[in-house]
T-cell receptor, first 116, second 113 residues
């Protein structure tokens, strides 16, 4: 199993550009999550999904969009990139037997995004 | 709302010495508690978790953590640190009624020879 994979590893965007961060898991997990990690702030939940076709906002959803058309994939879309979106983005997944707050989450290696 | 505090931003420890990382949480009921480790350039890996039962939890890589309800703490310990333990450590709290994990700000551990 590859686990959770993310692409790209690094990206530099100009203000106003858009991009999609890719996330794929091969563990047949129902739940998937997007977090951003800022220095000294821990991880903040952006969006999550409990299954294909079902998504919901986390703590910091503004400026982002997601979709979940398959169990495996959970892309994160940034529209009109802003410097405040400079961060490291982590995708995670969990089985979904229990709610995500009680479940072990498996993380990808992250995407480091810089918006200039 | 649940929250997690990791009081120590950075800890330096000598190889072979013991390590303790502090974690305090705020939550009304019995929480689900986790410790994750992030090596440089890597994603987060679960070290251990506490749901219920025995308050002393054993994890991978020789780590253990103790849940103390009276102190709202879930401190992580390792008796003898190896150079490969240099990483950032995150404590997290969750709720079986929610999909969110709340993470602490993290503690960076440096291991000196």
């Amino acid at each position: 199993n590859a686990g959770v994979t993310q692409t790209p590893k690094f990206r530099i965007l100009k203000i106003g550009q858009s991009m999609t961060l890719q996330c794929t898991q091969d563990m047949n997990h129902n739940y998937m999550y997007w977090y951003r990690q800022d220095p000294g702030m821990g991880l903040k939940l952006i969006y999550y999904s409990v299954g294909a076709g079902i998504t919901d906002k986390g703590e910091v959803p503004n400026g982002y969009n997601v979709s979940r058309s398959t169990t495996e994939d959970f892309p994160l879309r940034l529209e009109l990139a802003a410097p405040s979106q400079t961060s490291v983005y982590f995708c995670a997944s969990s089985y979904g037997i229990v709610a995500g707050g009680a479940d072990t989450q498996y993380f990808g290696p992250g995407t480091r995004l810089t918006v200039l | 709302a649940q929250s997690v505090t990791q009081p120590d931003i950075h800890i330096t420890v000598s190889e072979g010495a013991s390590l303790e990382l502090r974690c305090n949480y705020s939550y009304g009921a019995t929480p689900y508690l986790f410790w994750y480790v992030q090596s440089p350039g890597q994603g987060l890996q679960l070290l251990l978790k506490y749901f219920s039962g025995d308050t002393l939890v054993q994890g991978i890589k020789g780590f253990e953590a103790e849940f103390k309800r009276s102190q709202s703490s879930f401190n992580l310990r390792k008796p003898s640190v190896h150079w490969s333990d240099a990483a950032e450590y995150f404590c997290a709290v969750g709720d079986s009624n929610d999909y969110k994990l709340s993470f602490g700000a993290g503690t960076t551990v440096t291991v000196r020879a």
